[in-house]
T-cell receptor, first 113, second 112 residues
Framework: GAGVSQTPSNKVTEKGKYVELRCDPISGHTALYWYRQSLGQGPEFLIYFQGTGAADDSGLPNDRFFAVRPEGSVSTLKIQRTERGDSAVYLC???????????FGSGTRLTVV | GQQVMQIPQYQHVQEGEDFTTYCNSS?????IQWYKQRPGGHPVFLIQLVKSGEVKKQKRLTFQFGEAKKNSSLHITATQTTDVGTYFC????????????FGTGTRLQVTL
């Protein structure tokens, strides 16, 4: 597509529920990243995919967070047993590789109530 | 761990005035990127600097990478209301090229 597409744009969920956030990167971009941004702060790294594999998942805060990219294109970020502290904007970005600028999607605003 | 700080945190200018934001990393960077995020929007890539002392211009925006590759600046000449937003610098996290550490950001407000 023309840009990075993220769905849903907004998600409100109850504490303890499971959520999935989807990212459709720019066609041809092999690198895909998930970042999380809290109000007034810069994006914080969660996970990086090169192709289908998670090349670096060191930013995932705990084992409730998991992400997949099974065919090397669309990625899904999965959060189990959501907590209020998970509330943030989850940004997906893609690029041609590690040494290129990122194209970010519009983000998913997750609110855990 | 690696820290990337920006100053000022916030600046309010009158349209037509110049603006500069400074970015300082606690570690040497192989490159630095700059992003702009409009209110309610997502970060948009502006530029990447790679060489020590490099200066690049994009219309009214001038980007500079320090000689020691630990600092950078973004200067906007004659600001316009369209420049409103938060400007972030970002550099590769120490020890890896697979992720960026974003700076604390500088929020720019421009009024007529």
């Amino acid at each position: 597509g023309a840009g990075v597409s993220q769905t849903p744009s907004n998600k409100v969920t109850e504490k303890g529920k499971y959520v999935e956030l989807r990212c459709d990167p720019i066609s041809g971009h092999t690198a895909l990243y998930w970042y999380r941004q809290s109000l007034g702060q810069g994006p914080e790294f969660l996970i990086y995919f090169q192709g289908t594999g998670a090349a670096d998942d060191s930013g995932l805060p705990n084992d409730r967070f998991f992400a997949v990219r099974p065919e090397g294109s669309v990625s899904t970020l999965k959060i189990q047993r959501t907590e209020r502290g998970d509330s943030a904007v989850y940004l997906c970005a893609s690029s041609f590789g590690q040494y290129y600028g990122y194209t970010f999607g519009s983000g998913t605003r997750l609110t855990v109530v | 761990g690696q820290q990337v700080m920006q100053i000022p945190q916030y600046q309010h200018v009158q349209e037509g005035e110049d603006f500069t934001t400074y970015c300082n990393s606690s570690t040497t960077l192989s490159n630095i990127q700059w992003y702009k995020q409009r209110p309610g929007g997502h970060p948009v890539f502006l530029i990447q600097l790679v060489k020590s002392g490099e200066v690049k211009k994009q219309k009214r925006l001038t980007f500079q990478f320090g000689e020691a590759k630990k600092n950078s600046s973004l200067h906007i000449t004659a600001t316009q209301t369209t420049d409103v937003g938060t400007y972030f610098c970002a550099g590769p996290t120490t020890g890896t090229a697979s992720k960026l550490t974003f700076g604390t950001g500088t929020r720019l407000q421009v009024t007529l």
